[in-house]
């Protein structure tokens, strides 16, 4: 279904579907429950359907294997959350600035102030003659900010769901997690205002790092350095869970990336690419007694080395 639905779907696929379908009655039937698929797909813009499925390996066993996967998600999820979640097409359709998964992207903006989007992110920029706002969509950014060349001083802020951060001169990064919004301060100083509780906010300093949700700001703690590695397509691992590791490296890729129960808690250190995650991996399976299991390079598993 995932190949007839494409710009360059041939006569023999056609063909190749309808002998499928023929061949055994349980095939028409599967057949006819994909179809409640395809009406839930006709309610995402088009232009982002069709990048979906351009993101599909050619032809092989891994291309079925990943249409069954997008198609099983999309039951699940109404169609949209995989293209949010997956492949960041959503933010990226209506973002002023974006990221697919995978890349990072460096930016300037009109006064000067430098912005690196991370893997799968999306920012829109409001700047007006009271403010400087970035309004973070989806994913994290590193901002070093500038000097504001206008003569009447505007704030510059990164706005997110929870709350806003007030950069005070400054190079700090900003990321949209699960249980709220991180934020993490290498230079300078940043001020943190709940959207909910604008009386509960607090002031980091440099090397400190909060989250905060809706209604106030949780535990600070400091933040070494190498955090921002990822801006240059590195992560550094000191002492880090494996399976924390193998976390923040499936951001960085498409598909499934996981390990088993009885090795995650390895503990690794070293310095692993965020732009080669195969590269990565295979470093992974050389300094750890572990092993690589990949059904296709969508589905990732990293389990203990026979006889280790």
Known sequence: MARLWSDNASAADSAACAAWRSAHPEHERAWARLQCFEQQFDAIPRQIARSALSELPPRSHGTRRRALQLLGVIAAGGGSA??????????????????????????????????????????DVRYSASERRIVLRAGAILVTSARDPAPRHRPLLVQTVHGTATALGTRFDVRLEKAGTGVAVFEGAVALQPSLAPDNGVQLQTGQRASYGHDGVQAIGSVPDSAAAWADGSLVAESMRLDALLAELARYRHGLLRCSP??????????????????????????LPVELHARTRYWVTVTRRSGA
């Open 262 to 287: 009885d090795v995650a808690a390895l503990r690794v250190t070293g310095v692993y690419s965020l732009r080669d995650t195969d590269r990565a991996l295979h470093n992974l399976a050389a300094s």
């Open 82 to 123: 995989w293209l949010a979640h997956e492949s960041g097409l959503w933010q990226a359709y209506s973002a002023d600035y974006h990221t697919a998964t995978g890349q990072t992207r460096n930016i300037t903006l009109a006064d000067g102030t430098a912005v690196v989007l991370d893997t799968a992110s999306a920012i």
